[in-house]
């Protein structure tokens, strides 16, 4: 089986096939990371680059080792220590890595629409790894996948992102992923970090935490940007986390068996207390495994196609 | 030296609407009536131009244009810029001061009409800064810029934040009755956007330029110009709110004017969907009810002029990521054909949508052009309003590409153009 694309640049591109495809193409994957010898042949002699523009240890680690896992030929490309400090643009960077014959480039990118262009002007396969505050697929995917795993559904389940939805790449991701999934979806921030119109993105607004929470399944926190603050979006810490930080009399609030899940590194004290954070509700280190297993059914699906 | 330009229906907004001839001589409107060949002394010596199936208009006026010279000149020369006016039927422009260095002294002034002279194309009127280098502190020589030939003043691009400075170039303004044209948009609204702020910009996660960005400018400038009894235009008019601000002002008697650019009235911000940089500018493409205001208010006479905001920048940096890549389209060769879309959809009659390119721009910079008055310029625009074509980028004369229509099915073509009674431009 395949994809029949080219590139996973967004969740909003694919179909609910598409995704449930991906979905099962990566569970035998999460067998072999349990595995003594973590290693199959999958993607023996291709090459992956991890293009991150952004500095990001979590996610690159994750796609190395999938890579790796999947045993292909993995390079780490941080353009601070590059090229692009010269004044290299990204389509040349990414043309000098394209001549390098790379069958996949992963890309993390500030700018929304990175990898898109990226896509547009190379023959590998690109995967977006986060442009901008546009989308992070893979992290919509192993969200989902998590969910899957730890409720079994996602029609009807109801689900709520909490926290800066306005500069948040992985809620937008994660809100195309559950809407089209069949979940209903709420999103819960101060107004000055929830985007306009986004309703018509089929979710409904809160910005009042505790009217959000009753009959929540699923919360996905999302992480604050400690350098947001002095930009007029929350005044301070100190008030955000009393509003809007996820402590243990709300996962009480919400009357259900929550699954707790943040796309990491988490804030502890911020937007979840420490108790929260360590309880056997959250789901956080289950995401990171899954995250390896997904991106190593992705990197499988996009190299058949070649 | 004479032409007769035979046959065509003669719009002269206003004044003249009919199947006509018109003879030049020696560079000016001689005459307009019709069956003139026959009355034509030494009529071998007159050169004939059929314009059966034709409009016959003045050349248009663009009271927008950036020229990019000097400072940019790989992105746009008075000579390409020139060029590519006339190719789109603009026999005079007005080109803004954000060069480098920035149009805030007589020098500068001088060597723009210089260039223009050499390139012998079409009438170059210089737009001279509000503030030294444009920074928004301390007024230009402002009577300097005008003795030197600047026909009015801004710092097109960036805004002047600064209310105060702005209450006084108004008023410094008035002793030369130089109109001011102020870049409206508050930049601490629009920090860090790069296209309109609204659903579209949801769901790109790209910062966004909220209307109110304009508006609170708009506001600002219509009750400055109250107060000064200035003369104050406004570019670029891009909202619903800045359109109901101009209806208002005018009906209370304010001295403002205001031009409205074709993307504004053609796109919304749906085109930025693919991240396509060719359709980033400043003001951003807005939503659909922006773009109905805009056209009711062409309509109502609330915006009265259309100007292209020509902004021509390098292929290899629009190439850049979305929120990287630099603000700006260019615009004088498509202006005509999106200009008579509106006159198909009923927005203007033919004439009106001709007066907003001619003699209402000469009138907001008292320009003594845009029309076919008897002893004026001859300076006219010979279209073939039924003609179909697709634009290619690659045969427009600006030195630039950056345009949202390539490819486009485009209705309604300037063929020819003359200044001063010379053949400036022809379509092949």
């Known amino acids: ?306 | 030296m004479r032409t007769l330009i035979k046959g065509g229906q003669v719009i002269d907004p206003g004044r003249l609407n009919r199947i006509a001839d018109v003879l030049i001589e020696d560079g000016k409107i001689q005459l307009i009536d019709t069956n003139l060949q026959a009355t034509l002394k030494n009529p071998e010596s007159v050169t004939i131009i059929d314009a059966e199936g034709l409009i016959v208009c003045p050349g248009f006026i663009d009271l927008h244009v950036h020229f990019r010279e000097p400072g940019f000149e790989y992105k746009e020369t008075i000579a390409t810029g020139v060029d590519s006016a006339v190719a789109g039927g603009f026999t005079t422009v007005c080109c803004m001061p954000n060069t480098s260095p920035v149009n805030d002294s007589q020098s500068i002034t001088e060597f723009i009409l210089r260039q223009a002279k050499i390139a012998d194309k079409a009438h170059v009127f210089p737009i001279g800064a509000i503030t030294k280098g444009s920074k928004g502190e301390e007024l230009a020589e402002i009577g300097e810029l005008h003795q030197a030939g600047c026909v009015a003043i801004s710092d097109d691009g960036i805004p002047v934040m600064n209310s105060l400075v702005m209450r006084r170039a108004m008023e410094y303004a008035r002793a030369f009755d130089l109109p001011v044209v102020d870049h409206c948009e508050d930049s601490h609204l629009s920090a860090g956007g790069a296209m309109n702020e609204g659903f579209v910009s949801t769901e790109l996660g790209i910062p966004g330029i909220p209307n109110a960005a304009e508006e609170v400018m708009v506001a600002r400038n219509i009750f400055l110009a109250e107060l000064t009894q200035s003369r104050l235009h406004l570019p670029h008019v891009s909202t619903i709110g800045s359109v109901r601000l101009l209806r208002e002002a005018k009906e209370r008697g304010v001295s403002v004017t205001a031009e409205a650019c074709p993307h504004h009235f053609t796109l919304t911000d749906e085109a930025v969907r693919n991240f396509d940089t060719n359709a980033k500018m400043n003001p951003p493409l807005r939503t659909d009810a922006d773009v109905q205001a805009v056209k009711e208010a062409l309509k109502d006479g609330s915006i009265d002029i259309i100007a292209t905001d020509h902004a021509p920048h390098a292929v290899y940096e629009k190439q850049r990521q979305f929120d990287n890549a630099p603000f700006g389209i260019i615009g004088l060769e498509t202006a005509l054909s999106l200009t008579l879309s509106l006159v198909e959809e009923s927005v203007l009659t033919l004439e009106q949508a001709i007066a907003k390119l001619t003699c209402e721009p000469g009138r907001v910079f008292n320009l003594p052009f845009g029309t076919l008055t008897v002893g004026a310029e001859a300076d006219v625009a010979l279209i073939d309003p039924k003609i179909s074509w697709t634009l290619d980028p690659n045969r427009l004369r600006s030195k630039s590409r950056n345009t949202p229509f390539a490819g486009w099915n485009l209705k309604g073509k300037v063929v020819k153009t003359l200044v001063g009674g010379q053949v400036v431009y022809e379509a092949d």
Not at chain 1, 62 to 81: G, M, Q, T, Y
Not at chain 1, 240 to 245: E, M, Q, S
Not at chain 1, 270 to 279: K, R, T, Y
């Open chain 1, 1 to 306: 089986m395949s994809l029949k694309r080219k590139d996973l640049l967004s969740i909003s591109s694919l179909s609910a096939e598409e995704i449930d495809l991906i979905l099962e193409a990566s569970e035998p994957f999460k067998e072999v990371s349990g595995r003594e010898i973590k290693k199959v042949p999958v993607l023996r002699g291709k090459t992956v680059v991890n293009l991150f523009f952004e500095p990001s240890t979590r996610t690159r680690t994750s796609f190395e080792l999938a890579a790796k896992r999947l045993s292909a030929d993995v390079i780490n490309f941080s353009p601070s220590s590059s090229s692009v400090v010269k004044g290299e643009t990204l389509l040349d960077t990414a043309r000098n890595i394209e001549s390098m014959q790379a069958d996949i480039i992963v890309l993390r990118h500030s700018s929304s629409g990175a990898a898109e262009m990226l896509a547009k002007n190379v023959r590998s396969s690109v995967i977006n790894a986060g442009d901008g505050w546009h989308e992070h697929p893979t992290q919509g995917l192993l969200d989902l996948f998590t969910i899957k795993e730890k409720k079994g559904t996602f029609v009807n389940l109801k689900v709520a992102i909490v926290g800066d939805v306005s500069h948040s790449r992985v809620a937008r991701s994660d809100i195309h992923a559950l809407v089209k999934m069949g979940a209903e979806v709420r999103v819960v921030g101060p107004p000055t970090m929830i985007p306009p119109f986004i309703q018509r993105m089929g979710v409904k607004v809160f910005s009042n935490f505790d009217e959000a929470l009753p009959g929540v399944d699923v919360i996905i926190m999302l992480r604050l940007q400690l350098e947001r603050q002095g930009r007029s979006l929350f005044p301070s810490m100190r008030e955000y986390a009393k509003l809007y930080g996820l402590n243990v009399e709300r996962v009480q609030r919400t009357g259900t068996d929550l699954l707790v899940m943040h796309p990491g590194p988490i804030n502890r004290g911020v937007e979840i207390s420490h108790e929260v954070a360590d309880s056997c509700q959250t789901a956080i280190l289950d995401q990171v495994s899954n995250g390896v297993a997904v991106r190593m059914g992705l990197m499988y699906l996009l190299s058949q196609l070649q």
